[in-house]
């Protein structure tokens, strides 16, 4: 399919696009749009009520509002992270709202404030505060939201300060991954490293952050199922992780 203007868009600011990470159907991906009104509008897949905008309507080919859980438009979002079946968005105060995963509607995150960077990965969430530190949530059988592994029975874990990050400035989320952008250029990462996603041959997964052995000063970062990539401050770009499909960039075919 060619490109294609979304109706009803004209004044976006920030953008996302999420989906299954292991996605067998094309089909189950959605995207979010931050409206230069500071609301937010989401169209696509909504079998997990990751569009935020209530019914219950499996699929919305339009954008459609994003509202909080008591019916109020979602507002004063800056931006927007979208993970594989739920959205997290930051708002002015600094406050995290997220939405989907069965969810009824964009809720505040509780135990969430001062965040100047949000990020959405496989079923996980992270937050980067003003302080410097890193806040994770959600699925941790990996390692991917920091702490303590979870135990039988379990699959996920609430609010969690991520041990061993400081000056964080951003931070992303993969399939079951997370890294930090720090102060000094630096790169730490944490969750699963089957595939090298955390650019360490150290260990299988590490809940601990482990700091990415790249050589270069790091200005921004993207991850994505199993592989990280980061932007230096030469204009270069660095990838570790899957290269499965190329991804990584090393000329595989």
Same mark, same amino acid.
């Given at each position: 399919m060619p490109p294609r203007d979304v109706p009803g868009l004209g004044d976006v600011v920030a953008l996302a696009a999420g989906g299954l990470v292991e996605d067998e159907d094309p089909s189950l991906g959605f995207t979010c749009a931050v409206r230069g009104g500071d609301t937010v509008a989401c169209w696509g897949d909504n079998r997990s009520g990751q569009l935020g905008a209530g019914g219950d309507a499996e699929v919305r080919g339009e954008p459609a509002e994003v509202f909080d859980a008591d019916g109020f438009p979602l507002r004063g979002v800056t931006r927007v992270a979208a993970g594989e079946a739920h959205v997290c968005a930051l708002d002015e105060r600094g406050d995290v709202w997220c939405w989907g995963d069965g969810a009824a509607g964009a809720v505040r995150k509780q135990g969430v404030s001062g965040a100047i960077d949000v990020a959405a990965g496989g079923r996980h969430s992270c937050a980067? *505060?003003?302080?410097?530190?890193? *806040?994770?949530?959600g699925w941790n059988l990996n390692g991917q939201s920091g702490g303590r592994?979870?135990?039988?029975g379990e699959d996920s874990v609430g609010v969690t300060r991520v041990e061993g990050v400081a000056g964080a400035r951003a931070v992303v989320a993969g399939g079951r991954h997370s890294c930090a952008l720090l102060d000094d250029g630096g790169v730490m990462c944490w969750g699963s490293n089957q595939s090298g996603q955390l650019g360490t041959e150290e260990a299988s997964l590490s809940s601990t952050p482990v700091r990415a052995a790249l050589g270069v000063r790091a200005t921004a970062l993207a991850a994505g199922s199993e592989h990280t990539c980061a932007l230096d401050d030469e204009g270069g770009v660095s990838c570790w992780g899957s290269d499965g499909h190329g991804q990584v960039g090393t000329g595989r075919e």
């Open positions: 980067a *505060l003003g302080t410097g530190e890193v *806040l994770c949530w592994f979870v135990s039988d």
